[in-house]
């Protein structure tokens, strides 16, 4: 039965309103009324009224609308960046009532954007709920904006409850969907890419801009503004060394939007030839579209790149960042440079203005990236769910596992795991920091669960929950909950079957004597198991989960009790829908990434850049280092080699992306699961792994396994040789991740332990 859409449009009457989140969201309300569906029997428009009108939107809906309403709630506002979660329930409250004077039952309601400083929105406690997502930007680069006074955390974070709450979640791109579900682990099934189109200014009367000098004549655009991933400075290096080496200096770069006098003052301290247009009224931008030589997108990252559609609209040549999001539009039609490279800037832009556009590929983006489309895609989603999703009964658990925000990959993987988790519990959080933390990520988790110190969980609290689960890792992260597992019975996730410096390392920090540490020892050969330092956790169990077949049977072989059952849950991890054989590469990339450690297989970088077989690869040495620096500062220095040290989860993961074949060669193993060769299948990168453990668990076709560290070489030398095995091997990699390591099955392997 078709039913109301209500529509929050309140980003329309914020700051944003004629930037890029109005503009889109003006462009697909008006496109959703002009397509009409045979599930919405209305429109229903609202407005704050609280809020500046915006008369041009009101007078247009009213005019050619005809089969819409217009209302305007009493909605509350956030007077201070502490507010966000007090006066996003008192809008809940606003809604509810709302709903029930008009007789509305689970009506379709769309929020056109979430992410409003002083504008808290929300969903109606009953609706089918849906969600315009634009990016994940502030949460991806959080190092640098955690600081913003209107981003962290509180008038940032809190708002993801809103993410998790929604039924599904429109994304503007594959690129935002994608970032949804890697980082955040919402399921692919409740997210929708829309896509979206240019706001079209061909038809446009061309007005010059006021501050184009009159002998402006050879330009070139860059489409911008003034936030920490435009990558302004790098991009006018770039533009400088282009004009040096192959324009004789004869190209303006002309930038829009508007910015401070000192950031101003640092660019023109970079090139002399820049001009500063400001922000320009559409019929401005149609002129400077018109009249440029090329279009110059340095951006780090985009949810979708409006300026690329806009280019293509005006069948302007595009150099731009290799980044997700374009390549996404097309892999041919555009001059791709590394957005950290100023020579390669230059180099692309150098090329987009002697190239032929590709008119072809022009032509597919233009019928992909329409409005209608969008719109279209957005109401084919529109089936109201008539039974709650919600459970009546939840059961209660705690988690007690490293806190997120730290260096602990499994605080991150809890991280991740919450959205299926609380599908079906009711978590708190008992977050252990070790005694050396240290902040490498923001968490949400706080702010979307209840969540305390480790050590708050006692015994009289543990009675509290229905059950107990405790993330066991080897190293400080754990050492708050091995203790707590040493004395409260739950289920054991074990992340490792080799505890030793785990157990050392709350010998050093004064947890456990001496003495205790050695009788773990004894314990361990007294038990007879090729487990190290397990048997005192896990004989103190209702339950142990394991990640592998390998780890299962040893686990089981140090449990005295056969009544601790020890099951096997497949470490969990969300799939990407790129696949690292359909990005713009220029080589075949190889890399080592993970922990990087010599007994974790770094020498292998050396090896094989010295193959002539490896000539025309490209290297990568990727994550957090336990190497001494004087070999950091050697990789540093070899020429060839990208050595990406403690990279950013968003670094980490772009790097890893653009790998074709993964070196993951341990040469000690303790039964551990390696999430950074999951992370890279999940890309559809083709590891080459040691054939042991957990390792050799995985499908024959999905990895290739060595019996030696010759043979790893020969390994990747066969697939640098074989594009076709490659692409092959890939598909495998990325299906089986989806298979067989998403979060729905590890909840539900879970769940029947606890059950």
């Known amino acids: 039965m078709a039913k109301p859409l209500i529509i929050d449009c309140q980003v329309l009457q914020s700051g944003a309103r004629d930037r890029g989140m109005g503009k889109y969201s003006y462009e697909l309300i008006c496109s959703l009324q002009k397509l009409g569906s045979k599930n919405v029997s209305e429109f229903v428009f609202i407005f704050n009224a609280n809020l500046e009108p915006n008369k041009r939107v009101e007078d247009i809906i009213s005019k050619e609308f005809p089969n819409s309403t217009i209302e305007k709630l009493n909605l509350y506002l956030a007077s201070n960046l502490f507010e966000t979660r007090q006066v996003t329930k008192r809008n809940k409250h606003v809604l509810d009532k709302y709903l029930k004077n008009k007789g509305y039952t689970r009506p379709n309601f769309l929020i056109l954007s979430l992410f409003l400083y002083e504008i808290c929105p929300t969903f109606p406690t009953v609706a089918n ?12 680069y959080f190092e640098r904006y955690e600081n913003s006074e209107v981003t962290y955390p509180e008038n ?12 599904n979640i429109y994304t503007i791109s594959q690129t935002v969907a994608n970032d949804l579900s890697l980082y955040l682990g919402i399921p692919n099934d409740k997210l929708t890419n829309i896509d979206g189109g240019s706001v079209d200014r061909t038809k446009l009367e061309l ?42 200096n004869e190209y303006k770069l002309v930038i829009t939007s508007s910015f401070s006098d000192e950031t101003e003052t640092k660019l023109k301290a970079i090139s002399n030839d820049l001009v500063f247009a400001g922000n320009v009224s559409e019929e401005e931008f149609a002129w400077l579209y018109k009249n440029c030589d090329s279009v110059y997108f340095p951006t780090e990252y985009e949810g ?99 806190d997120p925000t730290g260096f602990s990959a499994i605080g991150k993987v809890v991280m991740e795991t919450h959205y299926a988790m609380s599908q079906i519990y009711e978590i708190e959080y008992f977050f252990d920091k070790g005694p050396n933390h240290r902040k490498v990520r923001a968490s949400y988790l706080p702010l979307v669960a209840k969540s305390r110190d480790i050590i708050d969980f006692n015994p009289n609290i543990a009675k509290n929950y229905d059950e107990i689960i405790y993330h066991i890792g080897n190293s400080e992260y754990h050492m708050g909950t091995a203790l707590k597992a040493l004395t409260i019975p739950g289920i054991a996730i074990m992340h490792d079957t080799n505890l030793e410096g785990l157990f050392k390392g709350m010998f050093e920090f004064g947890y456990i004597s001496e003495q205790r540490l050695l009788a773990e020892a004894k314990l361990d050969e007294m038990i007879g198991t090729k487990a190290r330092f397990v048997g005192s956790i896990v004989n103190n169990q209702l339950a142990i989960a394991c990640h592998s077949q390998y780890a299962q049977k040893v686990i089981k072989n140090s449990v005295l009790n056969k009544n601790i059952r020890v099951h096997q849950v497949n470490l969990p991890v969300s799939t990407s829908e790129f696949n690292s054989q359909s990005v713009v590469k220029r080589h075949v990339n190889i890399g080592i990434a993970g922990i990087l450690a010599e007994v974790k297989g770094t020498k292998f970088i050396d090896i094989i850049m010295a193959d002539t077989r490896f000539k025309d690869c490209k290297y990568f040495v990727i994550g957090h280092t336990f190497l001494q620096d004087k070999e950091v500062r050697r990789l540093q220095k070899v020429e060839g080699l990208d050595f990406v040290g403690d990279p950013t989860d968003l670094e980490f993961q772009s790097y890893l992306s653009k790998l074709d074949i993964l070196v993951n060669y341990r040469e000690s193993y303790n039964g551990e699961t390696s999430l950074s060769t999951l992370e890279a299948m999940r890309h559809g990168v083709v590891p080459v792994v040691r054939k042991i453990g957990w390792y050799d668990e995985l499908s024959d076709g999905v990895v290739l396994k060595a019996t030696n560290k010759k043979e790893v070489i020969e390994l990747a030398a066969k697939l640098v040789s074989d594009s076709n095995l490659r692409k092959k091997m890939s598909n495998g990699s990325q299906k089986t991740t989806t298979k067989e390591f998403n979060h729905k099955n590890y909840v539900t392997r879970l769940s029947k332990i606890t059950s």
């Open 129 to 140: 709920k849906l969600l315009l997502f634009y990016d994940l930007i502030p949460y991806l």
């Open 304 to 402: 979708l790149g409006m300026p690329i559609l806009e280019a293509i609209d005006f069948k302007k040549p595009i150099a731009c960042s290799n980044i997700a999001v374009f390549n996404e539009m097309s892999v041919s039609a555009f001059c791709y440079f590394n957005p950290h490279d100023s020579e390669d800037m230059a180099e692309a832009l150098n090329e987009s203005l002697s190239c032929k556009i590709n008119t072809n590929e022009y032509e597919k983006i233009s019928k992909r990236f329409t409005w209608q489309e969008s719109a279209r895609k957005t109401l084919d989603c529109i089936v109201p769910n008539e039974s709650s999703r919600e459970l009546i009964n939840k059961k209660r658990i705690a988690i007690l596992c490293p």
């Open 207 to 248: 007005k010059k801009p006021g501050k184009i000098a009159s002998n402006t004549s050879k330009f070139i655009l860059m489409p911008s503004g003034e936030d920490l991933r435009k990558n302004n400075e790098k991009g006018v290096e770039g533009f400088k060394v282009f004009n040096d080496e192959y324009a004789n």
């Open 156 to 167: 940032y974070l809190e708002r993801f409850n809103t993410i998790f709450e929604a039924d």
